[in-house]
């Protein structure tokens, strides 16, 4: 028997060449695990803040530092501040006062990009909440020139990052609802450091698009959506995909733009994406313990007297689940009653600088599925980078969204409370671990 | 935030004496089982972060050895679930029929039920004794004698086949 082994040793030895200790990397596993040394980030943090000073002396179009770590640039918070954006400024204060879901406070913004097209003037301002750069638009599109602002539409900095591309749009049309002008159309985004300008393809061609301060702002005219037969349609043309350019003209990375009119990518199975496609050890009947025992976690919501929608709604209580985005969840759980029997788990989500919620989710409780609930929420109709947020069940111990190109995120989750971006161009693979790392749950996320 | 749960947890201090003692097995187990040397180093770094990231959930009723053994293995096997050939390293020439032996074996290895080739990888490639296997698989002592037993006969009617 020995003699057997050392045999099969020999031969099983062949199979499977040693590896090489002084391979070991244990700063990297430091930094997968969130415990990375943190001597170089506060190094780094204080030479940007140094270069800061420096750019607070400089107008607003330069106020944008690079990093050379990644390849998206970093906005810096400190931006000084020109006569009429000093007004600009107070206004998201006040703003931001009033929100349910407050971004931090001293945020500063920015004018990125500035353009007319038929006599209609738009800004494009940045601002930066927590680990998420945001862009909001703001024209004099309304009726008699009155200013109009869009929803701020923000992207977490690390999925630009795992994305691997140069450029992002973060918006593509239809950014005003309610303007007096409905044949103008704005599309707009973020670029990377050496982006020098993005070319937009539409049927109508090839449109250049110059970059400033790692944004770009394209003016169109197309005729708004409409609602024939109860369906919407889009009846601009938006364009299909942006191309991201260096100075000398070669391209850097090309992006897929959505749209309603074209329709989403359709979502695959688990197979179809990296990482586990199997559930080692599916949950049969997935809580929330603490909204059992309606334990008071996170902070209390109050419904809006006023508009009576909190009506018939249970106590709901606001986590915040993302480091990356002021986003808040309100959940909270529904006893039976005449019109819905079953108790359910409810949730909705409060965008940052939002006063208050819009839309709302029910799970009911008892069903077999180890993510209880997974809601999108986006504040444009076509969505670039959709949000997804949601609950799961006790026994899910942590949760990895996995990318079409194998680049991994780990999704914090804190009481139960889920919240996470995906590209709305790629379906993503979000997985649930329960304590001993077993597969608990997998979810295909995507809008198709 | 979440509950803790009642744990004794486990210092960044003790995974990373782990860490640097076992790095060089973990990463030929986890080759062995998703037969590309290249992803395993990834995957035993990726395992290595759940591990750090989950310390504090670590209960000592097992050794730190055997936690870390289970998540790289979980990791390895996640990364393996897309559908795709057990492969392994074979000599690019054949000599003295050496090759032919260790395609042979491969396939058997491949071809073995998951808890025995576990087993065989944890004892062969990485040296653990019975009790660190039973700890790793949670199984009992017993159980792994009769596991790598079964893989044992398997492998060995393999061999001697291959060398007729």
């Known amino acids: ?448 | 935030m979440r509950t803790k749960r009642s744990s004794e947890g486990a210092s960044l201090s003790e995974i990373e004496a782990v860490y640097r003692t076992r790095f060089a097995e973990l990463c030929r187990v986890a080759a062995a089982i998703i037969g590309d040397r290249d992803a395993a180093r990834d995957v035993v770094q990726e395992a290595f972060g759940s591990v750090i990231r989950h310390r504090e959930t670590f209960r000592r009723r097992a050794p730190l050895d055997a936690w870390v053994w289970r998540v790289v293995i979980n990791t390895a096997r996640d990364h393996r679930s897309i559908p795709r050939p057990l492969t392994f390293e074979h000599p690019v020439h054949s000599q003295n029929g050496h090759a032919e032996i260790s395609a042979a074996l491969g396939a058997a290895v491949a071809a073995l039920p998951e808890r025995q080739r576990l087993a065989l990888f944890l004892r062969y490639f990485a040296d653990l004794d019975y009790k660190a296997i039973a700890e790793t698989l949670e199984i009992r002592p017993g159980t792994v004698a009769a596991t790598l037993n079964a893989a044992h006969t398997a492998l060995r009617h393999t061999l001697t086949e291959a060398r007729r």
């Not at chain 1, 026994?395 to 079409?404: A, E, P, Q």
Request: proline share 8%; aromatic share 8%.
């Open chain 1, 1 to 448: 028997m020995t003699e057997q082994r050392g045999d099969l040793s020999v031969a099983l030895d062949s199979l499977v060449a040693p590896f090489d200790s002084s391979e070991a990397d244990w700063q990297d596993a430091l930094r997968r695990g969130g415990a990375a040394n943190r001597r170089p980030l506060i190094a780094t943090l204080a030479a940007t803040l140094a270069l800061a000073a420096v750019l607070a002396a400089t107008p607003f179009g330069q106020a944008f530092a690079s990093n050379a770590f990644d390849r998206v640039t970093v906005w810096i918070d400190q931006l000084s501040g020109s006569a009429p954006f000093k007004d600009e400024q107070n206004a998201l204060r006040e703003a931001n006062a009033r929100a349910a879901a407050p971004i931090p406070e001293g945020t500063a913004l920015g004018l990125l990009v500035s353009s007319s097209l038929d006599g209609v003037h738009f800004d494009l301002l940045g601002f930066r909440d927590r680990a998420s750069l945001c862009l909001r638009l703001q024209s004099s599109i309304g009726e008699g020139g009155q200013i109009m602002k869009a929803p701020a539409t923000c992207v977490a900095e690390q999925l630009l990052v795992d994305l691997g591309k140069p450029l992002a749009v973060v918006a593509a049309a239809d950014p005003f609802p309610r303007r007096a002008k409905p044949g103008l159309q704005a599309l707009y985004g973020f670029a990377a450091d050496g982006v020098a300008s993005v070319t937009l393809t539409n049927e109508a061609g090839v449109h250049p698009v110059p970059v400033e301060n790692n944004a770009f702002l394209y003016l169109y005219r197309g005729e708004p959506p409409s609602l024939p037969r109860d369906k919407l349609v889009y009846q601009s043309d938006v364009p299909a995909r942006a191309t991201a350019l260096d100075a000398n003209g070669r391209v850097l990375g090309t992006v897929q733009i959505m749209s309603l009119r074209r329709g989403y990518p359709g979502t695959p199975g688990p197979t179809k994406l990296p990482g586990p496609a199997v559930v080692e050890r599916p949950i049969e009947s997935p809580r929330v313990g603490w909204l059992d025992r309606g334990e008071e976690r996170g902070d209390p919501y109050e419904w809006p007297q006023t508009d009576g929608r909190g009506e018939g709604f249970p106590r709901m209580r606001m986590i915040q689940p993302s480091p990356a985005t002021s986003m808040r969840v309100l959940v909270g759980r529904l006893d039976g009653s005449p019109s819905r029997p079953e108790p359910a788990y409810c949730l909705t989500n409060v965008w940052p600088l939002s006063p208050g919620p819009t839309g709302f989710a029910f799970a009911p409780i008892g069903g077999r599925s180890g993510s209880i609930t997974l809601a999108s929420a986006t504040t444009v109709f076509d969505a670039q980078f959709p949000v997804f947020f949601g609950l799961v069940a006790d026994d899910v111990d942590s949760l990895r969204l996995i990318l079409k190109n194998g680049a991994t995120e780990a999704i914090p989750i804190v009481d139960n409370v889920f919240a996470f971006q995906a590209s709305g161009a790629e379906a993503a693979k979000l997985v649930g671990y329960d304590a001993e790392g077993r597969v608990a749950l997998i979810r295909m996320v995507g809008l198709g």
